[in-house]
T-cell receptor, first 116, second 111 residues
């Protein structure tokens, strides 16, 4: 029973390039959440998605960042024209519909993005 | 503004030396308080959910308690494998889709 799968584990991009982060939720989970963890800071909510729907993107920067969760395939977090300040660990979590109420997110191991 | 504050930022203990971690929260209408454990290079791992003041949950050497303003994670006779960052989180009243995390307490247990 695989957990939440994120890839790649590590991603290095030059300033101005695009970064694509992938997340396959746990089997049976239909809700996906993306969080960002900056060095020495806590986890910050970015976006919450269900299949083919963005439910809450209140934590997403207004520009360069987008997310999707298509009917088939993994959820994608896309960062265009990356800057050094985007360097962080990006975590995906999934849950059944009751996830927020119970706190029972299952997190992936994260993608560590380094912008050089 | 909904907020979660954890203290101390870091804690170093000798193996077997019991202690407590603190999580203070300000949120309108608490709908749950969550504890997670995060190991270096990994994602957070869910530990407990507490819903109401006076509630307690236990798992091995860990016990979480909740009051109206704060939660404690008590660690009894810790072992080196308990070394990790412990995160506290709450869902804001205004949102049904996210949780707010504290900055965590880095716990280090020396053998």
């Amino acid at each position: 029973n695989a957990g939440v799968m994120q890839n790649p584990r590590h991603l290095v991009r030059r300033r101005g390039q695009e970064a694509r982060l992938r997340c396959s939720p746990m089997k049976g989970h239909s809700h996906v959440y993306w969080y960002r963890q900056l060095p020495e800071e806590g986890l910050k909510f970015m976006v919450y998605l269900q299949k083919e729907n963005i439910i809450d993107e209140s934590g997403m920067p207004k520009e360069r960042f987008s997310a999707e969760f298509p009917k088939e395939g993994p959820s994608i977090l896309r960062i265009q024209q990356v800057v050094r300040g985007d360097s962080a660990a990006y975590f995906c979590a999934s849950s059944p519909p009751s996830g927020v109420a119970t706190g029972g997110y299952t997190f992936g191991s994260g993608t560590r993005l380094t912008v050089v | 503004e909904d907020q979660v504050t954890q203290s101390p930022e870091a804690l170093r203990l000798q193996e077997g030396e019991s202690s407590s971690l603190n999580c203070s929260y300000t949120v309108s209408g608490l709908r749950g308080l969550f504890w997670y454990r995060q190991d270096p290079g990994k994602g957070p791992e869910f530990l407990f959910t507490l819903y109401s003041a006076g509630e307690e949950k236990e798992k091995e050497r860990l016990k979480a308690t909740l009051t109206k303003k704060e939660s404690f994670l008590h660690i009894t006779a810790p072992k080196p494998e308990d070394s990790a960052t412990y995160l506290c989180a709450v869902p804001p009243y205004s949102s049904a889709s996210k949780i707010i995390f504290g900055s965590g307490t880095r716990l280090s247990i020396r053998p």
